[in-house]
């Protein structure tokens, strides 16, 4: 694939994680800036940057809501346990697809909570360890499975490698959602768009009318 398909493939799955129902725009808008914080902090404050839930604790003091000790109590609770949500939103990033695109905004909540324990690079490291160790075993069984041509659903090496491109794509793209999603609605009224013509009674996306075949083009009369 040479870089001019990679390049409109990004740009494909960039717009695919715009087009989320209404509902979970507005999930991924909030995990959004809330992810963006957690990991701007970790830049700003190095190396004493802010926890996830230092991050909605902070937030809710400068709002004057009362109360801001629960993160601190959900702190402690989380340090205790392990590694288990990290691992957990690796699998959770790795179960990504277009059409469900869920579970990529869970996964970022399961490493944000496993980094109160671990801590912020860990985590991460080990979500993304996660998802490419998983996505490795399905390739090697897809070098297997594919040799079994008489089963109706099988793994195939190449098939494998373009969902997880497309799970680890559409995963990363979580943090950047808030602030693409608002320069997207901003620059909307200002964009022009190719014209375009539906035929009388047709549904579903319009199509730009095919030009005329040379062959269906009438040859110029000729001159007596």
Known sequence: MDVQAQQRELARLYHAALRRPRWQQAV???????????????????????????????????????????????????????GGFAVLGGLLWAATTERGQLPALLGWIAVMLGSERLGYQPAILLAVVTMAGFVVVLWLAALTSGRFVDRRNTLLPRDVVRAGVTAAALSAVVPLFAPAFFLTRLGNPYVTKAPYSRAPGQRGRPRIPEQAKPDDVPAPEQQP
């Open 28 to 82: 991924a808008f909030v995990v959004s800036l809330w992810t963006l914080a957690w990991i701007v902090g970790q830049f700003v404050a190095a190396p004493d940057g802010p926890t996830a839930l230092g991050v909605l604790g902070q937030l809710a003091g400068r709002l004057g809501l009362t109360g801001g000790a629960w993160a601190d109590r959900l702190t402690d609770t989380w340090q205790r346990s392990g």
